[in-house]
């Protein structure tokens, strides 16, 4: 890894791979995320971005290859320590069966950092869910619990926060909320921020570049202008286009 990559560079994948059995879902020969931007990763159902986000995540290892996080190579790096710099709201949250205060400040709590009740009640002022913090989890609606498990991301603050189709199950209200707290957190704090998501509009909106994944590889990563008005791939022309047949 070259000193210029380590000193822009959050995340810097070099000759990756990752393999289920016989079967190559991932296959990456270089990438680097950069410091304190939103990236967006999109591509077909299928095509390796859920496994990218755990890779990401440190939920797996890769097969082959190497990954790098703030310019240390992650297998020489203590575990938990650097866990705890990364945080993911998923498609799918999965919160406690407890109430959703006791939901926002679970990962504060494990990481030492909860010091006061307000970051709690702030964090769920920001996502508008003022006044349930004593509602059971299990009473919500999909859409609150989305904006619990963002709240519950958000007030961590880590150095990266990976998102996963953050909004696919949302009414447009409630995207359109997510979608202004992810922008305001990256304003405020700075955060690097990889977006998954199948909405090209919402890409657009939110991300300063954009990466294409094609059958487990990258075709091409881009400033977001450029990715959608100006592609160097006609892979990428046909799939903001609606073109691609997959």
């Known amino acids: 890894m070259t000193a ?16 289920y059995d016989t079967r190559t879902v991932l296959k990456i020969d270089s990438l680097s995320i950069h410091r304190g ?77 909860l010091t006061s009740r307000k970051q709690v009640i702030y964090a769920l002022e920001r996502v508008g869910l003022a006044g349930l913090e004593h509602s059971s989890a299990s009473s919500l609606s999909g859409g609150e619990l989305q904006r619990v498990a963002l709240a519950r991301a958000l007030v961590l603050n880590t150095e990266a926060l990976l998102l996963d189709e953050p909004t696919s199950n949302l009414d447009p209200y409630n995207t359109s909320l997510l979608e202004s707290l992810i922008t305001e957190h990256h304003q405020i704090h700075k955060s690097t921020i990889v977006l998954v998501t199948h909405n090209l509009f919402q890409a657009r909106r939110l991300a300063q570049r954009c990466a294409l994944l094609l059958d487990g590889q990258l075709v091409e990563v881009a400033p977001t202008n450029t990715f959608f008005d100006a592609a160097r791939d006609i892979r990428v022309s046909a799939f903001v286009n609606g073109d691609m047949i997959y």
């Open 37 to 113: 931007e939103i990236i967006a990763i999109l591509g077909p159902s299928g095509s390796g971005k859920s496994t990218l986000l755990r890779l990401l995540n440190f939920l797996e290892q890769p097969t082959k290859g190497k990954i790098y996080f703030d310019g240390t190579l992650v297998e020489d790096m203590p575990r938990i320590e650097t866990r705890r710099e990364v945080t993911t709201v998923f498609q799918n949250p999965q919160l406690l069966n407890r109430s959703v205060k006791d939901n926002v400040e679970f990962g504060l709590k494990i990481r030492g950092k």
């Open 4 to 19: 210029e990559n380590k000193k822009h560079s959050l995340y810097h994948i070099e000759n990756l791979q990752k393999q």
